[in-house]
């Protein structure tokens, strides 16, 4: 049996206490969405990998996971909505980190808005989850 793995690479020494805290965060929030990344459904949405913006979604059962990044701040930013995918159209979704909700008729068509959510900069990224209401 293979166990989980969450690998945190650097010189954790070196690294300041805000970075740290950092790591925490992240380790938590991996936690919350692990089993959604391991064994739901994933699609590839946006733009193709490093032509600007790209997103990897990921749904299983209420839950949906999307991991959207930029590479390079000089990319043009393509659209500001990115349309998911494999939701049920007749369910709202709702944010928890925003607390706006959209139904999946809408996240398919018209798309999640990601404006804002990108911070500047090369590499930046978001993850951004995503829990059926009804």
């Known amino acids: 049996m293979i166990d989980d793995v969450l690998g945190i690479g650097g010189n ?14 992240n ?17 590839r949405i946006g733009d193709p990998p490093g032509a600007g913006l790209t997103a990897i979604q990921y749904v299983l ?10 590479p390079r701040a000089e990319v043009a930013p393509g ?37 804002g959510r990108l911070p500047a900069g090369d590499w930046a990224s978001a993850v951004i989850r995503l829990n059926r209401a009804g």
Do not use: C, N
């Open 61 to 70: 059962g209420d839950e949906t996971v999307v991991f959207v990044y930029r």
């Open 27 to 43: 380790i938590a929030l991996y936690k919350r969405i692990r089993a959604t990344v391991q064994r739901g459904a994933q699609y």
């Open 79 to 115: 659209p500001t909505a990115l349309r998911l995918a494999g939701l049920d159209p007749d369910a709202t979704y709702t944010d928890p980190d925003t607390g706006t909700a959209a139904s999946g008729r809408a996240l398919m068509s018209a798309g999640l808005p990601v404006g």
């Open 12 to 25: 954790l020494s070196a690294w300041s206490d805000g970075r740290h805290e950092q790591a925490r965060r």
